[in-house]
Each structure stands twice: as C-alpha cells, then as structure tokens.
C-alpha cells in the first residue's frame, strides 16, 4: 500500500429538505485500501458514497480526487465545473444495488460502452480488454447475452467487469449484494475479495459482516450523519468501542444471516 | 359498376397522396417532436415554457381550425402555399405536439439507474441521451408511436377541404359524378384500413424486434 491519497473528502454536507443527511463528514482513501462503510439505514453511507463521485451534490465541502477538487460551495453550473465532474467521475467507477446494467446491449456491449463512448479507445482494443474482464469475472460464456438472460449475482459481475472497463482509481460499491438472494451473494463477494487481492482501491457500503472482516483495510460506522468510528476491523469488530456500535453489530447478528457475528460479540 | 371501375385510376392516385401526406407529416412530426421533447426536459426553462405552450396549442385546438387557418390565414400575411405542403405543414406542426408528449413518456418511464450508470462513468449529458435513454425510450413509446402514426393516416383525409386532391376528396368526387356515393366512399374506407393494416403489422414487428432483448 502507498501513501498516496485516492479520494479526499472534506466538511461534506447533505440535506434532502429538512433532513441532514451528511453533517460535516470527512474521509480520505488511500490508493491500494479498501474501506467499508457500515452503519444503520439511514445514517448517511449511502449518500456519502454517492458524494465521492458527485452522483449527489453535497450542499457544502469539496471532494478531491486525485489531485483534482472540485469544490461545492461556490456557482455550480459552469462548463469547467461540470467538465472536472465528469473528469471524477471517470476516475471513481460505481458498482450499484440494483446494478443498473444497460438493458439493450449485451453483457460486452455493457463492458466496452465506457471505454469506447467515454475513454475513446478504439473498439478492437475495447472488445479485447473487455473479453479479458468478462473471463475475470467468470462470464466468458455471457458475452453475448442480454441482462435480462442473467440471473442477479451474473449482472452484479458484468456490472463490476463494467467498472473495471474505466479503470478507475477507486471503485465505489453501494450495497452490492443487497438485491441478490443470499446463494447468489457469494459469488458477486468472492469477486470483490478478487479484486482487493490484486491491489484495487474500494470504498464499500455492504452489511456482510464476515466480508467487510475479510476484505477491509479500515471500518467506517456512521450514525445519523457522522462518521462515528474508523478502524481496523479487528478492532471494530472484536472490540468496539462505541455503544451505539455495539448494539448495532449485535443487531445485525441477532437478524439472522450473519452467525459468524456471534463470535464477534 | 363500370362508371366505378373507371375511377379505379383516380381512386390510386388519390390513396398515394394520401401516404405520402401521412408518410411526409409523420416522418417531419418525429423529428420536430423529438426536438420539442428535447426542450422540454430540458433545464432551460425559456425552452421549456415554449415547448409547453406549443404542446398545449397544436394538441388544444382543432386540427380542420388549424389546416384552414395555415391554407387561408398565411396568404393574408403573405405567405402563399400550395395545397400539398401547406397539409403536410399542418399535419407536421400537429403530429409533432402529441409525438413529443409520446417521447416524453417514454423519456421518464425509463429508470433513474440508468442515468446514474451513465452519468457515474462520466457521459456528457447528450450522449447518455443518445447511447442509453433513447433507445430504451423509443421502444416504450413505439406502441403510442404506432398509434399516433395510424391516427394521422385518418386525420389526412381533413387535407381535401383545402383541395388536395386524396382519397377522401377522390371518393367525394367520384360519388357525385356517378350518384354511387355508398360505394366510392365504403372503397375509400376501405383503402384507409387497408394501409392501416400494415403500419399496424410494421408496429408489431418492430415492437417484437425491440422488445428481443428484454425477452
């Protein structure tokens, strides 16, 4: 792991109408580390996530990616302003819950979309690098399918093979197994393990419990808003400091699908 | 029956202009309708109040009020119009405003996911238009799409009060010369089902088509 810094956020705020959603929230990734985001719902992960790459715009604070800040105090619609978004957004691919494949191309043509519409590679190149990330994903034999063909945990991986097309410097994963039924979440969860074990910068909100152990450099727990506690797993999941940590953790572990959690607390 | 068989010619001649009214209008009405969408999601909200407005005129009037008002108002402005271009003006102007509001719907119908997707791997605004919400859009539309086209082929036949010289006006014609006014006007309808019929089957082979993916 290198020192360097992959995404920077700083004082980020949210409101949707009268409810703060983000009070005053900074979090910086370095290259190479994975942090997940866990929390109860409604305690803000999932908007910070979205904030890291602008796909919600925080009221006040600037995000810094790569050197590159884009600040949310000031005039918002400039063509500077919205040219260094997407300029972001390139760099800080998104895996989503529901996954948000594009339902009228076929798995490749989801995979090269990006690199081809967006990077401007030329499309030999494109289909080639993009044949490599569907065989690292397991889906070779899906090529040439439509999303509709696939089962939940295939187009979570297309989707993850979509976000490895942009080669961004992080990938963001909102819930990524959220939507899957719990036979099909290990296989979308091995291919992340996959990727952490090949150096990839991760920011995940995620509820797997035994996952986040495994794969994360540093635990973030927000509550209503705040980040309340970043850690090292074993710390935050032997020995968590906070009240509000514990009883959650125990929460989790009481509504069943995570046994593992017993031993944690 | 041979008065009739003689005006088996006309009665061609008329059913072509009668396509190529509702072909042309309809073509020109999917572009301007297209752009009126555009305007109207648009964040721009001068553009925005104009396609509003033009919606609710061209699709809150009459459409004979508005054939006669471009064939006999625009000479007194000065602007004189054949009988054919000034139809297929009117026809465009008209289709335009409910194919808009078709490719409107189909614009929203299709998720907010997708716009994220595209937005988060950095697309400009015009290109996840193009390579991920048109395309989705227009096959949600193509049902009212089919509907509207079938429905102007019917409305063409308003064009024979200005003197275009289509099948209705064909069939009017025809039955005043010959007194047989229940058959030439039973044929022009015919001839109206007739063509509706295969825009109908087009509709369902394009709809299949499209809907291919999602299977």
């Known amino acids: ?265 | 029956m041979d008065l009739l068989a003689q005006s088996v010619p006309i009665l061609l001649k008329g059913m072509a202009i009668t396509i190529f009214l509702g072909v042309t209008s309809f073509v020109l009405g999917f572009g301007l309708g297209g752009l009126i969408a555009l305007a109207r999601i648009s964040r721009f909200t001068l553009l925005k109040a104009l396609a509003i407005v033009y919606v609710s005129v061209f699709r809150g009037t009459p459409l004979l009020i508005q054939i006669m008002l471009v064939y006999f108002g625009l000479p007194q402005l000065g602007i004189q119009m054949s009988p054919v271009p000034s139809a297929i003006l009117t026809f465009t102007l008209y289709s335009a405003a409910y194919l808009s509001e078709n490719f409107r719907g189909g614009i929203l119908a299709v998720e907010k996911g997708q716009w994220e997707a595209a937005g988060s791997m950095g697309m400009t605004y015009s290109r996840t238009l193009r390579r991920v919400v048109f395309p989705q859009a227009l096959r949600i539309a193509t049902p009212a799409i089919g509907n509207r086209f079938i429905a102007l082929m019917k409305d063409t036949s308003l064009a024979s009060v200005v003197t275009v010289v289509e099948l209705t006006r064909v069939a009017e014609s025809v039955g005043s010369s010959t007194f047989r006014y229940v058959e030439a006007f039973v044929v022009a309808g015919a001839v109206y089902w007739l063509i509706n019929s295969v825009l109908s089957v087009g509709q369902e082979v394009l709809e299949r088509r499209m809907g291919r993916a999602y299977a």
Do not use: W
């Open chain 1, 1 to 265: 792991m290198t020192d360097d810094v992959a995404i920077h956020a700083q004082g980020l705020h949210k409101r949707f109408g009268d409810l703060e959603v983000l009070k005053s929230v900074d979090l910086t990734v370095r290259s190479g580390e994975v942090v997940v985001i866990m929390g109860p719902s409604g305690s803000g992960k999932t908007t910070l996530l979205r904030c890291l790459n602008l796909l919600e715009e925080p009221d006040a604070g600037s995000i810094t990616v790569r050197g590159r800040t884009v600040s949310c105090s000031g005039p918002r619609q400039s063509r500077g302003r919205r040219r260094l978004i997407r300029d972001i957004r390139v760099r800080t691919a998104m895996v989503f819950q529901q996954f948000n494949l594009f339902p009228h191309m076929t798995a490749l043509q989801n995979v090269i979309e990006g690199p081809i519409h967006v990077r401007r590679l030329p499309r030999s190149y494109a289909i080639e690098v993009g044949e490599r990330l569907l065989a690292r994903v397991g889906l070779t034999d899906k090529r040439d399918e439509h999303p509709a063909r696939l089962s939940g945990g295939q187009k979570q991986r297309v989707a993850i093979a979509r976000a490895l097309a942009m080669e961004p410097e992080v990938i963001l994963f909102d819930e990524p197994t959220s939507a899957l039924d719990p036979e099909l979440r290990a296989e979308v969860l091995q291919a992340i393990k996959n990727l952490a074990a090949h150096g990839m910068t991760m920011v995940i909100v995620t509820h797997e419990i035994a996952f986040a152990r495994e794969v994360a450099n540093r635990v973030v727990f927000m509550d209503k808003g705040y980040i309340l506690e970043e850690q090292s797993p074993s710390v935050f999941f032997s020995n968590p400091a906070n009240t509000r940590i514990r009883s959650f953790l125990r929460l989790m572990s009481d509504s069943g699908p995570h046994p593992e959690l017993e031993e944690a607390s």
